[in-house]
């Protein structure tokens, strides 16, 4: 098992960053009844002012391989065109259970 963890920090006011954050959960969490692998898939948005990104996901897929196979099916894909206008970075590390 492999767990895949992305944090976003966006750009914009407050309140903007919020709203992109909130759609964006909304798609994420749509996806694992759209991507086979995909077992499962948990995102919090930041509640604490002081820190500085917005949105963080888990997703949990079977292998390694399978992380590529999420991050080109054309639902992720969708989901990710969301914050584009407003992305400013992005960290990630996949590692094995």
């Given amino acids: 098992m492999v767990k ?31 991507i086979d692998c995909l077992e499962s898939m948990e995102v919090g948005i930041n509640e604490n002012p002081a820190e500085s990104w917005d949105l963080v ?5 079977p292998t ?7 991050a080109k099916h054309p639902a992720h894909v969708a989901a990710a065109s969301i914050i584009a206008p407003v992305k400013d970075s992005r960290a990630c590390v996949d590692y094995e259970v």
Wanted: glycine share 2%; aromatic share 12%.
């Fill in 57 to 61: 996901l888990t997703a949990v897929v």
């Fill in 64 to 70: 390694m391989a399978d992380v590529e196979k999420y």
């Fill in 4 to 34: 895949h963890i992305v944090s976003f920090k966006f750009k914009g006011e407050p309140e903007i960053r919020l709203d992109y954050a909130r759609k964006f959960k909304d798609a994420l969490m749509a996806l694992p009844a759209q």
